[in-house]
């Protein structure tokens, strides 16, 4: 059985990457898989720079960010978008996930992860932008990008007040998404 990790890389209490993120993730459970969901409230780091990691080591948070990644065969990455490209939370995160413990730089939580990446804006285009260029640097460091993404535009109008999408074709296509992704990680871990 595939093992999912699913996480926003938005802090904000009620981010629309977040519940975004938390629709698939709902969807990976029902196809009885094991899903661990993540936030990055739990996991705060110092900004990445060579000199805190010679003189401080890799955090704590950072490690255990390490392990959870390890142990995980599937990602789903909900991306906001910041003028245009990712946010400094998600790639300073990613960065220290990449980091050994022996302050080298150690690409092996990523290899051959199989990512599902979701964006959600308030804007028109949904955060593709910054999805694009998150999918460019993870495909970048090894990991099996899953083609398709979870785009959700018009964000202030886009979720019911149960948290679902208001348009039903874009939730099928979530849900057709998601079991395609769980059936490419189900094949490559097999």
């Given at each position: 059985?595939?093992?999912?990790?699913?996480?926003?890389?938005?802090?904000?209490?009620?981010?629309?990457?977040?519940?975004?993120?938390?629709?698939?993730?709902?969807?990976?459970?029902?196809?009885?898989?094991?899903?661990?969901?993540?936030?990055?409230?739990?996991?705060?780091?110092?900004?990445?720079?060579?000199?805190?990691?010679?003189?401080?080591?890799?955090?704590?948070?950072?490690?255990?960010?390490?392990?959870?990644?390890?142990?995980?065969?599937?990602?789903?990455?909900?991306?906001?978008?910041?003028?245009?490209?990712?946010?400094?939370?998600?790639?300073?995160?990613?960065?220290?996930?990449?980091?050994?413990?022996?302050?080298?730089?150690?690409?092996?939580?990523?290899?051959?992860?199989?990512?599902?990446?979701?964006?959600?804006?308030?804007?028109?285009?949904?955060?593709?932008?910054?999805?694009?260029?998150?999918?460019?640097?993870?495909?970048?460091?090894?990991?099996?990008?899953?083609?398709?993404?979870?785009?959700?535009?018009?964000?202030?109008?886009?979720?019911?007040?149960?948290g679902g999408l208001t348009d039903e074709n874009l939730y099928r296509k979530l849900i057709?998404?998601?079991?395609?992704?769980?059936?490419?990680?189900?094949?490559?871990?097999?």
């Amino acid at each position: 059985m595939s093992r999912f990790l699913t996480f926003s890389g938005s802090r904000r209490e009620d981010s629309f990457n977040t519940a975004v993120v938390k629709l698939v993730s709902r969807e990976l459970s029902k196809l009885s898989t094991h899903v661990t969901d993540l936030s990055l409230n739990n996991f705060e780091l110092p900004l990445y720079e060579q000199t805190i990691e010679n003189s401080d080591g890799l955090p704590d948070k950072a490690a255990d960010l390490r392990d959870l990644f390890k142990h995980h065969d599937g990602l789903v990455i909900g991306c906001p978008e910041y003028n245009g490209i990712l946010p400094p939370l998600l790639l300073n995160t990613l960065t220290w996930i990449s980091r050994s413990p022996e302050g080298q730089p150690d690409l092996s939580m990523f290899q051959g992860k199989c990512v599902l990446v979701t964006s959600c804006s308030p804007g028109s285009l949904g955060g593709i932008r910054a999805a694009a260029h998150l999918k460019s640097f993870l495909s970048g460091i090894g990991c099996v990008i899953f083609p398709d993404m979870v785009i959700v535009a018009n964000a202030f109008s886009a979720f019911k007040e149960d948290g679902g999408l208001t348009d039903e074709n874009l939730y099928r296509k979530l849900i057709t998404t998601t079991k395609q992704f769980h059936q490419l990680t189900s094949n490559i871990n097999a």
